[in-house]
């Protein structure tokens, strides 16, 4: 009642009592309980659980509050400049992060490349993305959170060839962007660590797992994030998964992309 600014004479309006029912149970001293259907009252007008209120649960959140609190879903940009994905990050500062890019990692991205991709299939300036981009190597490059990236070998193959998503994507840039991605990943060893599996052996959505506090899923045009501690180690467990399976660890990763640049002919 304290919290929620509410007193005896409110209550017993928003409950349909005397105030004389509200005095008595709140009496020090007595051991009298409401019926079930007044607890559940006192529970609604209150915005608390009857379980809670009953002395049955520490939570004193509703089921239903609960379960919104576990999992929300937010409106994704498709931007690293993205204002919510920005906030998580800085939320996870000091934690480990775990991540599976939908294309390839924008942390890793070069400025040509952010500019061909937002130009042309985001219909954006590329501006904000670079400089959320840099704040996030600084994290790194400070050693601030540890990184582990899990990208798709297939993902890879189809980027040094310019094929489907990057269809068009100057032979150039493809070889400078690997060869960034080579440069970042010795530079930043062990705070960055690049992990390539096969998509046809292990299959994984796009995902950021912040810490052991928060579970993120990219569907496309929405985030669906989770901060139940089940669901988030469920995540995490399916990204160690991945690690474990992929062909090509943190180790080998740079002479592999390394080798996969030199295969890209520029004119």
């Not at 009592?17 to 051991?31: C, F, H, K, N, P």
């Not at 297939?154 to 068009?168: I, S, T």
């Not at 080579?182 to 998509?199: E, G, H, K, N």
Request: overall charge negative; glycine content about 8%.
């Amino acid at each position: 009642m304290a919290l929620s600014g509410m007193n005896r004479s409110a209550l017993a309006r928003a409950t349909g009592v005397d105030r004389s029912t509200i005095a008595q149970l709140l009496a020090e001293g007595t051991t009298r309980l409401p019926n079930a259907h007044l607890a559940a009252e006192c529970a609604r007008s209150l915005g608390v659980s009857s379980d809670w209120l009953l002395g049955l649960t520490d939570r004193p959140e509703r089921p239903g509050d609960v379960l919104a609190a576990a999992m929300t879903m937010t409106e994704a940009a498709r931007s690293s400049a993205d204002a919510q994905l920005h906030e998580w990050h800085r939320e996870a500062v000091g934690y480990k992060i775990r991540h599976v890019p939908a294309t390839l990692p924008d942390v890793l991205k070069t400025e040509a490349m952010l500019n061909w991709e937002y130009s042309r299939f985001l219909g954006k300036t590329a501006e904000q993305a670079i400089g959320a981009k840099q704040d996030r190597l600084a994290f790194l490059d400070a050693q601030s959170s540890d990184y582990e990236i899990a990208v798709s070998l297939g993902e890879l193959r189809a980027f040094a060839a310019g094929a489907g998503y990057y269809q068009g994507l100057d032979p150039a840039i493809r070889r400078e962007q690997l060869q960034g991605m080579v440069q970042a990943s010795r530079d930043l060893y062990p705070s960055l660590r690049l992990f390539l599996y096969d998509s046809r052996r292990v299959f994984s959505a796009p995902v950021t797992v912040f810490g052991s506090f928060l579970g993120v899923v990219y569907v496309g045009r929405v985030y669906l994030a989770f901060r139940s501690r089940d669901r988030v180690r469920t995540l995490s467990e399916h990204f160690d998964g991945l690690v474990r399976e992929a062909e090509i660890g943190a180790r080998e990763a740079t002479a592999w992309l390394e080798d996969l640049a030199s295969n890209i002919e520029v004119s």
